[in-house]
């Protein structure tokens, strides 16, 4: 998941923004691009987990943001404490009932060093305190 889509991303349930961004694996690309403007996103980067208006356009680097992509990750809204994998690279953010809870509960246990207590043990739809 490219970090530019942090800054369209909405929980699909709650409809909150931003999300927030865990980073377990990361995977880094070539590109010979030249950008047509300095900033690329409009409203909130992903890379620097900031709002735009928060930061200095001059220090950003768009380029370097373009070729980094998230692998494995979760995004979590900190509104209604529901949170979405980022499995190579595709976020999963699908309504509760269409998921699979085998795999997102294999998921949790996986990272389960790395997620957040609060997701671990409150997280929607589910989490591991449910599943034991």
Same mark, same amino acid.
């Given at each position: 998941?490219?970090? /530019? ?10 409809? !909150? ?7 377990? %694996? ?29 930061? %200095? ?10 070729? /980094?992509?998230? +692998? ?8 209604? +404490? ?9 976020? !999963? ?6 998921? %699979? ?7 949790? /246990? ?16 589910? +989490?591991?305190?449910?599943? +034991?």
């Amino acid at each position: 998941m490219k970090y /530019r889509l942090m800054d369209i991303l909405a929980c699909p349930i709650c409809k !909150h923004f931003p999300l927030e961004l865990y980073v377990f %694996d990361e995977k880094k690309y070539s590109y010979n691009i030249k950008l047509e403007k300095k900033v690329l996103c409009e409203e909130y980067c992903g890379l620097n987990y900031k709002f735009i208006r928060d930061l %200095d356009p001059a220090k950003l680097n768009c380029k370097a943001c373009l070729e /980094r992509e998230v +692998n494995e990750g979760l995004l979590v809204c900190p509104q209604c +404490n529901r949170w979405y994998p980022i499995i190579e690279e595709i976020p !999963h953010m699908l309504p509760d009932e269409l998921r %699979d809870k085998d795999e997102d509960l294999a998921f949790l /246990r996986k990272y389960r060093e790395k997620i957040p207590r609060k997701v671990l043990l409150e997280g929607k739809p589910w +989490n591991l305190s449910e599943s +034991n």
